[in-house]
C-alpha cells in the first residue's frame, strides 16, 4: 500500500517535470531561435529545413560586427539608459508624493482630483500621443532626452500603486511621527516612505520594462539617430534589413543585452516586485 | 495652530542655524551634506534643469520649411540623403533657421488593415495630424487608400485651385470613408511617376504619388516640391511602365 503510493508520488513529480520541462523549452525556444539565426548566413536563416537548427557554414559572427557599425550601438545603449533612469525616478517620486497625498492627507477635491487620475488609466494611451507631441514640439524639445521621458513624468498607474501602499500602512506610525513633532513632509519621508519601499520598487520595474519597450513615442519623438532609443532603432532596421534576417536578429540580440544585465542584477527585486503588484510584465 | 506652528518652524530654524554655526568649518559642512543632501542634490538638479530647459527651448529650432515622408521606400531619402541635399541646395533654405525633415524609415500598408496595424502608420497618423509632416509619396494604390482616411488634402478645394488646374491630368481620386464630406471620389494626390523621385533616386517601383498633408503648415513650400520634382512637367504621366510592357510583349 505504502509501495504504491510512493510510486504513484514519484509518477506525478516526473510528469510535473516533464510538463515545466516542455514549458521552459517553449520559452528559450524562441530567444535561441534568434541567437542562432544571428549565427547563420542568410540562406540558411531562410532555408526552410527544420533540421538546420545550428549553423552549417560555420558561426558567423562578423552579423553582429556588420549591425554594430551599421548603427551606433553604443548611442542607443546610451539613450535607452537614459530613458529608462529618468523615467524611473520621475515616475517613482512624482507616484510617491501623489500616492501619499491621495493615500493619507485630507484636502477638499480629493475624490474628484483621484478620479482624474484613474480616468488616464482607463483610456488607451495612444489618445495622448498626438496632444504630447504637441507639446513637445513646441517646447523645441524634440530629438532630446526630456522629449523621450516627457510622458513619463508622471504616471496614473504608480499614483494608484502607491496610495494603496500608503493606505495598507498603520495609522498610529503617523500619530506617533506628528506627537514627536514631524512635520507633515518629514512623517512622508522619514516614516511613512521607506515603509512603501516595496511598491516603488515594482513601480521602477514596471517604468524600466515599459520604457524600454516604448516604441512608438521614441519614433515619433526622436527622428534624429542620434537621439533614438534601442527599440525604435531596431524597428528602424526592420526596414532597412527586411531581407537579412542574422543582421536583424543579430541586432535584436544586441538590443536585449542591456534588459538581461539589468535583470540579472535585479532579479530578487523583480520577482519580489512582480509578486508585489501581482502584475504580470 | 497656523500661527503656532509657524512660530515652532522660526524656533527650530534659529535653533539650527544656532548649531550650524557653532561647529568647525569641516563639521559644518559634514553637518549641512549629511542632514540636507536630498535637497542639496534635488535644488542642484532643478537648477541645472532649468538652465538647460530655459536655454534649449531658447535656441531650438521648432519651425519647418518642409517635412517630407516616403513610407516603403526603397532607397535612403532621408534627412541628409541626395535627395535632401539636392532639393536644399535647390530652395536655398536656411536649415539653421528652420528645418528640413525627409522621413524614409516608415514601414506600412494602407491597403489593407492588418497592414495599418501597426507603431509605424500610428507615428505616420500622428506626424500627419500635428501637421509635423506637410506632404507624403507612396505608390499609387496606397494613395488611393490612405486618401479615404481624409489625412490628406483635398486638391480640389479652395487654397489648392491652381495646383488642381495645373496637374489636372495627373490626378489621383479616392473616395471618402466620410460619406458627409462627399460620396463622389476626391482628388488627393498627383501621379508623379515620371518624375525625378522615380527616375533619379529610384524610391518606388511602378508608380509614385504625391499627396499634401491635411494639416500641413507649409502649403507652398508643398507645392514648391511637387514643381520641382517634376521639372515643368504638366500634362499626363509619360507611361515608362506601358513602354516597358510593350517591350517585353514584342520580345515574347
Not at chain 2, 495627373?170 to 466620410?178: E, M
Amino acid at each position: 500500500m505504502i509501495e504504491s503510493a510512493h510510486t504513484r508520488d514519484r509518477i506525478r513529480r516526473v510528469l510535473k517535470h516533464v510538463f515545466l520541462i516542455i514549458m521552459a523549452f517553449i520559452m528559450i525556444v524562441p530567444f535561441a531561435w534568434m541567437i542562432l539565426t544571428a549565427l547563420k548566413t542568410n540562406q540558411e536563416a531562410i532555408s526552410v529545413n527544420p533540421f538546420y537548427i545550428f549553423p552549417q557554414n560555420g558561426w558567423h559572427w562578423d552579423n553582429f560586427a556588420t549591425v554594430w557599425k551599421s548603427y551606433n550601438f553604443i548611442i542607443l545603449y546610451k539613450n535607452t539608459l537614459l530613458l529608462i533612469f529618468f523615467r524611473v525616478v520621475c515616475a517613482v517620486l512624482t507616484a510617491t508624493m501623489a500616492g501619499y497625498a491621495f493615500g493619507r492627507l485630507k484636502f477638499r477635491g480629493k475624490s474628484i482630483l483621484f478620479a482624474l487620475v484613474l480616468i488616464q488609466m482607463m483610456v488607451p494611451a495612444q489618445i495622448f500621443i498626438i496632444p504630447q507631441f504637441l507639446m513637445v514640439s513646441k517646447l523645441g524639445m524634440l530629438n532630446t532626452t526630456f522629449g523621450l521621458v516627457f510622458p513619463g513624468l508622471v504616471t496614473a498607474f504608480g499614483t494608484y500603486l502607491l496610495k494603496i501602499g500608503y493606505e495598507g500602512l498603520p495609522k498610529e506610525l503617523e500619530e506617533a511621527a506628528a506627537i514627536d513633532g514631524c512635520s507633515v513632509f518629514q512623517r512622508f519621508s522619514r516614516i511613512l516612505m521607506p515603509l512603501t519601499k516595496s511598491s516603488m520598487v515594482s513601480l521602477g520595474i514596471f517604468t524600466a520594462v515599459f520604457a524600454f519597450k516604448d516604441l512608438m513615442w521614441p519614433m515619433i519623438v526622436c527622428t534624429n539617430a542620434d537621439t533614438t532609443t534601442l527599440s525604435a532603432g531596431l524597428a528602424k532596421m526592420q526596414g532597412q534589413y527586411g531581407n537579412d534576417y542574422p543582421a536583424m536578429m543579430a541586432a535584436a540580440t544586441l538590443a536585449v543585452v542591456p534588459m538581461v544585465i539589468i535583470y540579472v542584477i535585479f532579479q530578487k527585486q523583480f520577482v519580489e516586485g512582480i509578486a508585489t503588484s501581482g502584475g504580470k510584465l | 495652530m497656523g500661527e503656532k506652528d509657524r512660530k515652532k518652524r522660526e524656533e527650530r530654524r534659529r535653533e539650527e542655524l544656532a548649531k550650524i554655526a557653532s561647529l568647525g568649518k569641516k563639521q559644518r559642512l559634514q553637518y549641512i551634506w549629511d542632514y540636507y543632501w536630498p535637497w542639496i542634490v534635488g535644488i542642484g538638479f532643478a537648477l541645472v534643469f532649468g538652465i538647460w530647459f530655459i536655454w534649449h527651448s531658447a535656441t531650438a529650432i521648432r519651425e519647418n520649411w518642409f517635412s517630407m515622408v516616403f513610407p516603403n521606400a526603397m532607397t535612403r531619402v532621408g534627412n541628409h540623403s541626395k535627395l535632401w541635399e539636392d532639393y536644399v541646395a535647390f530652395t536655398g533654405f536656411d536649415t539653421s533657421r528652420k528645418n528640413v525633415l525627409f522621413e524614409d524609415e516608415l514601414y506600412f500598408d494602407p491597403t489593407s488593415s492588418a497592414g495599418m496595424n501597426n507603431a509605424y502608420y500610428q507615428t505616420f497618423v500622428a506626424m500627419i495630424e500635428t501637421g509635423q509632416a506637410d506632404a507624403v509619396c507612396m505608390r499609387r494604390e496606397e494613395i488611393e487608400a490612405l486618401g479615404k482616411s481624409g489625412r490628406l488634402l483635398d486638391l480640389s478645394s479652395e487654397p489648392c485651385r491652381e495646383l488642381f488646374d495645373r496637374y489636372q491630368d495627373r490626378l489621383v481620386y479616392s473616395i471618402p470613408y466620410d460619406e458627409t464630406y462627399s460620396a463622389d471620389p476626391v482628388p488627393v494626390g498627383v501621379d508623379v511617376s515620371d518624375s525625378i523621385l522615380m527616375t533619379d533616386y529610384h524610391i518606388y517601383e511602378n508608380s509614385c504619388v504625391y499627396s499634401i498633408g491635411a494639416y500641413t503648415r507649409n502649403f507652398d513650400a508643398a507645392c514648391q516640391f511637387l514643381d520641382w520634382i517634376l521639372k515643368g512637367k504638366t500634362g499626363p504621366v509619360e507611361k515608362k511602365t506601358a513602354g516597358a510592357e510593350a517591350e517585353t510583349e514584342e520580345t515574347d
